[in-house]
């Protein structure tokens, strides 16, 4: 299945100028990892930032440009395994993790029904954003929720759909705060997600049973 859905250019040139929040940084980085077109658009980016950047310096330039100019440059930029304290990353038997994922720590899997389960993913930043994994096997649809805030989804594995639109592996999907849905897994296969939301999930019916548990 080629890929349908793609983050905007507003979230393309977030990603690109690190404007974007840690959670939903991921969530763009697994979208990246399977789309050659949007790599090419955040190079852009990155490109366009860079020269507007070169134009600045250039207009601003002191007697100590140069010398702070070659000091950043020396300056080695942190690993990311130095940034992260994550711990090694735990296989989760069947679910293939892009590499900017799977560098990061996944938490344990917490089961809240039968072949449901939710993995929180460590994030590098305490903004109030949530981050985790979610399976859902085929044939289940997710109980009718809203949101509370932004939620980005970028699919693993498996396919869902909602409000018309199915979703596959490597799509991409944004969702704003007072969207109301109920997306449901599609085809064959289980459907494997991450998610990163911010302000939580408005659960309604089942889900307000077991939102204490799952923590979304
Ligand atoms: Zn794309």
Request: charged content about 20%.
């Amino acid at each position: 299945m080629s890929i349908r859905h793609h983050p905007t250019e507003v979230v393309l040139a977030g990603y690109a100028s690190g404007a974007l929040a840690d959670g939903p940084s991921l969530t763009v980085a697994c979208h990246l990892d399977r789309c050659p077109a949007c790599r090419g658009r955040v190079r852009l980016f990155e490109q366009v930032g860079g020269a507007l950047l070169a134009d600045t310096d250039q207009a601003a330039m002191g007697e100590d440009a140069l010398a702070r100019a070659l000091a950043s440059i020396e300056r080695p930029a942190p690993a990311p395994a130095q940034r992260a304290s994550s711990p090694a990353p735990q296989p989760i038997s069947g679910v293939v993790l892009p590499s900017a994922l799977a560098r990061r720590g996944v938490g344990a899997r917490r089961w809240v029904g039968p072949g449901i389960w939710v993995a929180p993913v460590r994030s590098n930043a305490a903004d109030g954003w949530r981050t985790y994994l979610l399976r859902v096997p085929k044939g289940v649809a997710m109980p009718h929720h809203g949101h509370n805030g932004p939620e980005f989804t970028a699919v693993l594995q498996g396919a869902f759909h909602d409000e018309g639109s199915v979703y596959g592996p490597g799509d991409f999907s944004e969702s704003g705060e007072g969207l109301e849905h109920h997306p449901a897994v599609e085809g064959d296969e289980a459907c494997v997600c991450l998610l990163s939301g911010l302000g939580g999930v408005k659960a309604t019916g089942l889900l307000r049973l077991v939102q204490p548990f799952i923590g979304v």
